[in-house]
């Protein structure tokens, strides 16, 4: 099977100018029709234990991929696999990991948002910045290794 590029090179070697003045015109009227793929998704849904067992249900019934189940219902692939691999959330336990973490980011959000001064970085430590440029250390002599020295104090002799 020939690609496009292919053909377009045949038709060029044959002469055949009409032919790829039609195939232009083609290509672009295509560009005029063909319509933008929508985003992924606009704004995130909040996982439930009924979109998990939709989840459950689209992955059992049909053939559908991750990736086409997460489009489908606009989450991410991610989401979908750990629904499907993990059991995640399928119970609405308050002391779940999922409701757990979930907390804990609400709660640390909320934090943030009540202070008007942003959390302060971590600062990095000088180190020694006080003592001035160090030396570097002599490494010491392994009795394993050979160094020039040796060579001289043999041929001193």
Partial sequence: M????????ALR??????????????????KKTRSIAP???VSGRKMTPELARKILELHNTTDMTQQEIAFQ????????NEVIKRGKWLTEDPQSEEAL????AKARMKR???EDTPIPRKQLVATGAEEGPKKPKAKPASPAQLSIDDFLK????
């Avoid at 219902?73 to 979908?80: D, T």
């Avoid at 043999?154 to 002799?157: E, H, P, R, T």
Wanted: charged content about 30%.
């Fill in 73 to 80: 219902l606009g989450i991410n692939q991610g989401r979908v």
């Fill in 112 to 114: 943030m948002q009540s």
């Fill in 39 to 41: 985003a992924r998704r």
């Fill in 2 to 9: 020939a690609t496009l590029k292919q053909f377009e090179e």
């Fill in 13 to 30: 070697a044959q002469g055949m100018n009409l032919a790829l003045a039609l195939l232009e015109k083609i290509r672009t009227e295509e």
């Fill in 154 to 157: 043999v041929s001193g002799d």
């Fill in 101 to 104: 973490a979930r907390d804990k």
